[in-house]
């Protein structure tokens, strides 16, 4: 299958700190890739979908200045969690469209990146 | 109501069991269907996209109920390694192509 891959796997960070967060398809290339958010037991919760090169669209709720998407290439989109802080501590996980003709669009998702914002 | 929803469990059955989860989905729209399993701290992996017609792989077979909008995923000759939690999946179209998933239904396989 496609593999995705997220650096880092996990941070700790000072609260009011910011982190950058990528995610890299590595052996296709996604116009689109998502960013997904996962707290302790619940489901994943879309963030924000990425394409390359145009603005990230937002989900509702979803604050664009604090999390800040950058997709500058087909293999390449970034989460940057700016002044972070402990609420913002989660699971989050990015998911590339890989799209063959004729076939289902798939989602691959990389491996997540845990935050902990003390 | 949730878009996706799903049985939490947990479901405890032993090994070699046959085990059905169920799903439900509110958006009579949606085209594409999916299952994947996620084990504990880790992403979610993909198991098997659900068509209309039914589909078979190995010891899982996935079925699509569009008239009553649900899906199902049924898992024989349970195996340890089968415990995780495994979530249904959507996408509503509609050009949306972010995926849609349901809260997950937890699997433990017991010796």
């Known amino acids: 299958g496609a593999v995705v891959s997220q650096h880092p796997s996990w941070v700790i960070c000072k609260s009011g700190t910011s982190v950058k967060i990528e995610c890299r398809s590595l052996d296709f290339q996604a116009t689109t890739m998502f960013w997904y958010r996962q707290f302790p037991k619940q489901s994943l919760m879309l963030m924000a979908t990425?394409?390359?090169?145009?603005?990230?669209?937002?989900e509702q709720g979803v604050e664009k200045d604090k999390f800040l998407i950058n997709h500058a290439s087909l293999t390449l989109s970034t989460l940057t969690v700016t002044s972070a802080h402990p609420e913002d501590s989660s699971f989050y996980i990015c998911?590339?469209?890989?799209?063959?003709?004729?076939?289902?669009?798939?989602?691959?998702f990389g491996p997540g990146t845990r935050l902990t914002v003390l | 109501r949730k878009e996706v929803e799903q049985d939490p469990g947990p479901f405890n059955v032993p090994e070699g069991a046959t085990v059905a989860f169920n799903c439900t989905y509110s958006?009579?729209?949606?085209?594409?269907f999916f299952w994947y399993r996620q084990d504990c701290r880790k992403e979610p992996k993909l198991l098997m996209s659900v068509y209309s017609s039914g589909n078979e792989d190995g010891r899982f077979t996935a079925q699509l109920n569009r008239a009553s909008q649900y899906i199902s995923l049924l898992i024989r000759d349970s195996k340890l390694s089968d415990s995780a939690t495994y979530l249904c999946?959507?996408?509503?179209?509609?050009?949306?192509?972010?995926?849609?998933f349901g809260s997950g239904t937890r699997l433990q396989v017991q010796p």
């Open positions: 999946v959507v996408n509503i179209g509609r050009g949306r192509r972010a995926l849609t």
């Open positions: 998911s590339a469209q890989r799209r063959i003709a004729g076939e289902v669009d798939t989602q691959y």
């Open positions: 990425s394409n390359e090169g145009s603005k990230a669209t937002y």
């Open positions: 958006n009579s729209a949606s085209q594409s």
